[in-house]
């Protein structure tokens, strides 16, 4: 396959599949004529990558759980230990955009929105931290 058929295939954009394979992560074999050629297991592991990068897993986890995928010998611990990370860091933005969503809905509340100058959202965003 080229770089459309497995773009159209993974529903990968053709810039990130050639990224994958600029840092390491996919090794497309190569023609004489230097195309790209892709088989069924470097469309198996885009598209891992592909659902990884969805969760939200960084580029090196992606790395790390594309070598746990490969090992034969993994132990499932180790699997676990990204991902839980991962949900742990998840867990905690979810903390940060709740405790902003207060914040700013608490401010919204306040402003009377009228035609006065004074506007509790821009005194509160003037304030040192």
């Known amino acids: 396959m080229n770089i ?19 840092i390491g992560l996919v090794t497309p074999q190569r023609s004489a004529n230097g195309y790209r050629h892709f088989r069924e297991t470097d469309q198996h592991k885009l598209l891992f990558l592909g659902r990884a990068r969805a969760l939200g897993f960084t580029i090196e986890d992606c790395r790390t759980l594309l070598a746990l995928y490969e090992d034969q010998s993994r132990e499932s611990a180790n699997v676990k230990r990204v991902a839980t990370e991962h949900l742990n860091k998840i867990d905690e933005k979810i903390n940060q955009l709740q405790s902003m969503r207060e914040t700013l809905a608490h401010l919204v509340a306040s402003c009377a929105g009228d035609h006065r100058p004074d506007c509790p959202i821009l005194n509160d965003l003037g304030q040192e931290p």
């Open 4 to 22: 459309g058929d497995i773009a159209r295939l993974t529903g990968l954009p053709a810039k990130t599949i050639r990224y994958y394979e600029d």
